[in-house]
């Protein structure tokens, strides 16, 4: 599987190659092929790999079920990568500070009083 290469085009892919070697006399059975589909997933899909080998028997898989399992797969990454998207937008919000000379006042005030109190603990 090529980077970033959706699964419908890879089996797209790999059913010509598939044809193409047919033409030539070599055939692969449904196990043969459902076994390089898996072997050829990036490593980013590890988990649904093993998952899949552990949970099915890959000798009777059909390789139309194994290709509804890896578009489901990758909808589902798609969907929360979106998700992941949406959320750091939301949390881009700008703050400005206002500040209007009474405010300024009022601050240095604030702080006068507070140096003149420490001045007397002195």
């Known amino acids: 599987m090529k980077e970033n290469e959706n699964i419908s085009g890879m089996f797209v892919r790999f059913t010509n190659i598939i044809?193409?070697?047919q033409s030539l006399n070599k055939c692969y059975t449904n196990s043969e092929m459902v076994r390089k589909i898996l072997r050829c997933q990036p490593k980013s899909w590890m988990p649904k790999v093993t998952a899949i080998?552990?949970?099915k028997d890959l000798n009777t898989l059909p390789f139309g079920e194994l290709l509804g399992s890896l578009m489901t797969h990758e909808m589902t990454i798609k969907n929360?990568?979106?998700d992941e998207e949406q959320d750091k937008k939301k949390k881009k919000v700008s703050a400005f500070k206002s500040s209007t000379p009474d405010s300024s006042e009022e601050d240095s005030d604030d702080e006068m009083a507070l140096i003149t109190t420490r001045f007397k603990k002195y």
Do not use: K, M, V
């Open 53 to 55: 080998e552990e949970a």
């Open 80 to 82: 929360h990568e979106d």
């Open 19 to 21: 044809n193409s070697l």
